[in-house]
């Protein structure tokens, strides 16, 4: 089965002309969860990145659904200590503020509306360029909570643990549950970066912290 097949993409050749193949991806992903939400009936829709993986249930996010028509995670909610490690403040305002390796919504005018607009910037303007301010699919979700309304923001630090936000999440294994800052359990970890090539390194995006400082 190809996503051809479930899911059509009339502007798919020029972009693939135009991307990279990690750039084509993002912007795949958001044309195919607009076409999902519109045709397939669903209740409600998830997205997680292929590298993330989920440690306990996600019903808080459906219960947020009841009252909002989209759900996003913050990189971090706490600032960087002031040294010269990696990911910084600086790095974040060129990446993006909130994390596009997860999201939910459910059918509705209002996530019809996101998904159009967003899908709208994903023809031409989903590449990397930080001199220019772009960061793929990522960097437009800054505008979320600016444009439309019913934007939850889940600050749950159990919530997308990743070497971005290691600085204020502390992880440990308790009663056979994994729990961040000891009072959140885990919800979803996100392994993003991480390269066999380097394996004592948490992620290639950042030097701030090896696994031996997250011994759990």
Not at 95 to 109: H, I, M, V, W
Not at 191 to 204: E, L, P
Request: proline share 5%; net charge negative.
């Amino acid at each position: 089965m190809t996503l051809h097949s479930f899911c059509p993409l009339p502007h798919f050749a020029e972009m693939a002309q135009q991307y990279s193949v990690l750039e084509l991806n993002c912007a795949v992903k958001v044309l195919a969860g607009q076409h999902f939400l519109q045709e397939a009936h669903l209740d409600h829709l998830f997205y997680l990145d292929s590298d993330i993986y989920v440690w306990h249930d996600l019903i808080d996010v459906v219960s947020f659904l009841q009252t909002n028509d989209w759900v996003m995670t913050p990189h971090f909610t706490h600032p960087y200590p002031a040294d010269d490690c990696l990911p910084n403040e600086r790095v974040t305002l060129r990446s993006g503020l909130y994390n596009a390796g997860f999201f939910a919504t459910k059918p509705g005018e209002n996530a019809r509306a996101i998904f159009n607009w967003w899908a709208g910037h994903m023809r031409n303007e989903c590449y990397y360029d930080f001199a220019e301010g772009m960061g793929v699919d990522q960097n437009w979700l800054n505008l979320l909570p600016i444009l439309f309304s019913g934007v939850k923001v889940w600050e749950d630090p159990g919530a997308n643990l990743a070497y971005w936000n290691l600085h204020e999440r502390n992880l440990s294994f308790v009663h056979k549950s994994y729990w961040v800052n000891e009072t959140f359990r885990l919800r979803f970890a996100h392994i993003s970066g991480y390269s066999f090539d380097q394996a004592q390194s948490i992620s290639r995006h950042q030097n701030r912290y090896q696994w031996q400082d997250q011994p759990v």
